[in-house]
C-alpha cells in the first residue's frame, strides 16, 4: 500500500549567497545518491528566478556533468534563444558554462514550430488559427512527453518518470511549472505534459510538467527570496488546505518536498524550520535516506509478521 506523503522541509537562510550556495550543496547530494544508486542523474529545472540562484553550480568541486540528464519543468511555446525560454535563462546563467554535452539537454522540439511561431511566437492567435495553432502545441507536448518516455524506459520500469530532483518556484499567485491557480490542468490525471494556451502569465502559451511527474520525484526542491515572497509562502506552507498550486507539490514516499528560502520571505510562516546541515557534511541521515529507512524497516516487519502466522 502506498504511503502517505512526508511534510514539506523548510530551510531558512539569512541571506541569499548563504542560499544559493546551501542549494548547489543540495544539488550535488542528490547527484551523488543518484549516480550512486542508477548511474544518472536526472534533474529538472524551472525559469523565473531561479537559473540566477544555479551560478553556485559551477564554483563547485564533484558535480559530474556527464552524467546528468536535464529537462525542464515547464517551457514557454518559444524559439530556444527568445528571452522568454527557460532553456535561455538557464543556458546563459549556468548551462553554457558548465562541460555538459548538448544531447544532455532536453529541450522542446522547435522543428514542429509553425511559421508564425518562429516569426512571433508571443503574437495572438491569429482568428481561424485556432485549431492548428492547438494542434501544434499539443504535438509539442506530446514530442516532449516522449523525450521523458525515452529517458527513463531502460532505468525506470515504473509507471511514471521518477526525476532524481525537480527545482521549482513559486509565482505570486502561488503557481508552479505552468499550473496556476483553478486551471483545469491542475485536474490532469493522465498526461505527464501538458500544453496550454491560456496561461494567465505571458507568454500565454506553453507546455507543463503535470503533478503525475511532480509528485513521482524523489525530491522536489522550491527556491524563494525577497519579501515580496512573504504572503504567498505563508499561504502555501501554513494553509495548505487552501490548495494553491505549490501548496498541492507533495511527491508520494518516500519522495519529498524541499524550501530553499531567505529569511525575508519566510518573516510571516509559522511552519516549523529544520537546521539545514548539509553543507557542513554529507551522512546518510539526511531526510530521504531516513526516509527510506524508515519503508525498509516496515516493510520487514509486515514481511516478518506474515511468515509467523
Known amino acids: 500500500m502506498p504511503q502517505a506523503s512526508a511534510p514539506p522541509v523548510l530551510y531558512t537562510f539569512p541571506e541569499t549567497d548563504q542560499l544559493q550556495t546551501s542549494l548547489a550543496n543540495f544539488i550535488r547530494k542528490a547527484q551523488g545518491d543518484a549516480i550512486a544508486h542508477r548511474g544518472v542523474f536526472t534533474i529538472a529545472l524551472s525559469g523565473g528566478s531561479l537559473p540566477n540562484n544555479l551560478k553556485e553550480l559551477t564554483k563547485l568541486d564533484g558535480i559530474q556533468w556527464d552524467k546528468w540528464q536535464v529537462f525542464f519543468a515547464d517551457e514557454r511555446i518559444v524559439p530556444l534563444d527568445h528571452p522568454e525560454s527557460n532553456y535561455n535563462a538557464c543556458a546563459k546563467a549556468f548551462l553554457d558554462g558548465v562541460p555538459i554535452k548538448r544531447e544532455q539537454i532536453h529541450t522542446l522540439n522547435t522543428d514542429l514550430f509553425r511559421e508564425q511561431t518562429r516569426i512571433d511566437p508571443t503574437a495572438e492567435i491569429k482568428p481561424g488559427e485556432e485549431d492548428e495553432a492547438e494542434s501544434e502545441a499539443v504535438d509539442i507536448a506530446d514530442d516532449y ?11 525506470n520500469a515504473a509507471r511514471y518518470p521518477t526525476f532524481d530532483l525537480i527545482l521549482l518556484g513559486m509565482g505570486p499567485d502561488g503557481h508552479t511549472c505552468s499550473l496556476f491557480p483553478g486551471h483545469e490542468l491542475l485536474a490532469e490525471n493522465d498526461r505527464w505534459i501538458a500544453e496550454i494556451q491560456d ?42 488546505e487552501e490548495g494553491l498550486p505549490c501548496s498541492r507539490v507533495r511527491p508520494a514516499s518516500p519522495g519529498l518536498v524541499f524550501w530553499f528560502v531567505d529569511d525575508a520571505a519566510a518573516g510571516k510562516v509559522q511552519f516549523p524550520k529544520t537546521e539545514y546541515k548539509w553543507i557542513e557534511r554529507a551522512s546518510d541521515d539526511d531526510p530521504i535516506s531516513v526516509e527510506r529507512k524508515k519503508m525498509k524497516s516496515e516493510m520487514d516487519a509486515a514481511v516478518a509478521e506474515a511468515d509467523s502466522k
Open 145 to 155: 512527453e516522449k523525450q521523458l518516455v525515452s529517458t527513463f524506459a531502460g532505468a
Open 199 to 240: 496561461s494567465p502569465k505571458p507568454p500565454k502559451r506553453r507546455i507543463t510538467f503535470t503533478y503525475q511527474v511532480l509528485n513521482h520525484a524523489f525530491r522536489c526542491a522550491f527556491v524563494a527570496a525577497g519579501e515580496g515572497k512573504q504572503d504567498m509562502l505563508h499561504n502555501i506552507l501554513d494553509k495548505p
